[in-house]
């Protein structure tokens, strides 16, 4: 049986949970709004776990479980990074790591209209917003933010993109900025977009900035901030000495 939750919502963040469990009692929320991401469900009055991991939350009011895993599960207002896998007349087919195949209207660009339908060809990396995951159908995608703005999303030239655990993403992508992000930034110039489905694409102006970004970031999901910031000390010496 789930278990009754107790105390405040704050005693729950970044508790680990298991399916079952009640992490949330909405009538002690009252005149709250809240949004739920990935791993939690409403029944009645009570928010329970749908998969174990561990339970965040990030301002203003949105609740998730977060967990380590290769496949991603979409949710709206994610930012992902997507593979075009085909195009038809009104959308793009996009490859987002997910159970299905998602979708991009032609139209779903800033400004977009029949006369200036954007052209890509299949593997063109896209970066982009799910704007809709309902279970059984397939999730639909755009690159405009909730303003009408392109703002970051769209297709992504040149770089490197490279797969890892939706974990990682979560962790890169949290605040305040990942140690290994940061101590990067301190010493090199690049580019990145991180996407919560598990890909993660670099950009630098040599290719060997680019490994280096790369590597330090796949290597860094198992370690403290103070273990991330010696080993980019490391990978950073280590190409000091390559040029």
């Known amino acids: 049986m789930a278990e009754k939750a107790s105390g405040s919502p704050a005693s729950f963040v ?8 009640v992490v949330l009692d909405l009538t002690s929320m009252v005149n709250q709004t809240i949004k739920l991401g990935g791993g939690l469900r409403q029944d009645c009055d009570a928010i329970a776990a749908m998969k174990a991991g561990t339970l965040k939350f990030s301002k203003p009011n949105k609740y998730w479980v977060e967990t380590s895993q290769k496949r991603y599960v979409p949710c709206a207002g994610d930012s992902v990074l997507g593979i075009v896998a085909d195009s038809k007349a009104d959308n793009f087919l996009v490859d987002i790591k997910g159970p299905t195949i998602a979708f991009l209207p032609v139209l779903a660009f800033e400004g977009g209209t029949r006369r200036n339908i954007p052209k890509f060809e299949v593997g063109t990396l896209l970066y982009v917003r799910v704007v809709k995951a309902n279970p059984g159908m397939n999730p639909e995608l755009s690159c405009i933010d909730a303003s009408g703005k392109a703002a970051e999303y ?22 305040p900025r990942c140690p290994v992000l940061v101590a990067l930034g301190k010493n090199i110039s690049f580019e990145t977009a991180i996407g919560l489905n598990g890909r993660v694409w670099v950009n ?19 370690l403290s901030g103070v273990q991330q910031r010696i080993m980019v000390d490391k990978l950073i010496q280590n190409l000091k000495l390559s040029t």
Request: charged share 15%; with cysteine; net charge negative.
């Open 14 to 21: 970044d508790q680990s949970v298991v399916p079952g469990d």
């Open 204 to 222: 630098a102006g040599s290719p060997s900035t680019v490994i280096v970004v790369a590597n330090a970031i796949m290597n860094s999901e198992s």
């Open 154 to 175: 769209g297709p992504l030239k040149d770089g490197y993109m490279f797969e890892c655990s939706t974990g990682l993403s979560r962790m890169l992508l949290s605040s």
